[in-house]
């Protein structure tokens, strides 16, 4: 299940209000700034700061 391109409009990094894109695979949502990856569970993007995985680079 993907998210629909008006969800991923409106969402935003909840650490820094960013903007975030969707990963290639889909199956989360990057924030380049805050260089956090936030999972995407059951179609559901997982939007908490402690549960974002660092990304490196």
Known sequence: M???KD???ILAC???KGSIRLTET???LV???CKLLYEIRDGIPI???EEAKPIEG
């Open 2 to 4: 993907t998210l629909s």
């Open 7 to 9: 969800l991923l409009e």
């Open 14 to 16: 909840p650490k820094c």
């Open 26 to 28: 889909e199956d989360g």
């Open 31 to 33: 924030c380049e700034a």
């Open 47 to 49: 939007m908490l700061i």
